[in-house]
């Protein structure tokens, strides 16, 4: 394990990180790409999509894109963990349906675990030290390295889950669930806390309450940055930001503008064309878990 070994490509980035800094609240945040993590040591709580899961040594974290996720180191111990942040591109045609089989497909409204135990035991270790050492190689060789390493990785987390039954600590209520999976199907339709709090015939006040002990944010919070996060995939293909802000739910462009820079720190424009907007730096919580 090399904290110096970590690799970026415009579909790819992966390395390991150690930290010691304690955090009161969770860094939430959603990306554009797929996500694995194995912990190794420490003391965190994860959050994801109002699911909580406190990590064991040898454990995986799976994340789809776009899915609203946080970490919370609760002390200073160390926390290592392996990151591979990765977009679909990066995996062969024919095999990219069973490699991507773990991981909880948009739209589909399907309920699959994505926190394992006890990974050790499907040569997770083995895997990703192999991933790790593409980083010494020459440029030409790691480029047609990569791809192949990745997918043996990802080939051995789908027969993981395929395999086992594993825990998972789960302390959302039902009603928050159903409210994330309603919200999430009418993304791009006008959504306020009025209509929500009617629709599940319940008070504003309790929907908030319940919904940020639930994922760490409020209802309207949680709506503004999943918009954002695909109004940055519509950017990143290429969509005019004007568009990308009509298709996402935004009623102008005005708040669409301001939205995307308060939550991204950057302006719209960075972001048009760029296929895969994968932060420079890995290991920090405040973009990563």
Known sequence: MNTEAHIQTDL???????????????????????????????????LVEGQHY??????VLLLSPHAFHG????????????????HPDLLSQERRSFLLYAFPQSGRGEEKTIYFEHAEKF?????????????????????QMLPIRVEALLGEIAAMSMATAPYAENRT?????????YMNKHLREPITLDEISDHFFISKHHLNKVFRRATGTTVMDY??????????LLLNRGCHAKDAALESGFGDYSSFYRAYVKTLGHTPGKDRGNFLAVPEQMGQDTVFL
């Open 12 to 46: 790819l980035s992966f390395g390991y990180s150690v930290s010691q800094e304690v955090t009161k609240q969770y860094a939430l945040h959603c990306h554009n790409f797929y996500e694995v993590y194995y912990f190794l040591e420490g003391d965190v709580d994860y």
């Open 54 to 59: 406190r990590p064991t040594a040898e454990s």
């Open 173 to 181: 209520e039902d009603t928050v669930t159903e409210i994330l999976f």
């Open 223 to 232: 709506l503004l940055r999943k918009r954002v996060a695909h109004a940055q």
């Open 71 to 86: 970490v919370r180191v609760n002390s200073d111990l160390p926390y290592k963990r392996y990151s591979l942040h990765f």
């Open 123 to 143: 040569r997770m270790p083995a895997c990703l030290e192999s991933l790790e050492e593409c980083a010494w190689m020459p440029e030409n060789v790691r480029e």
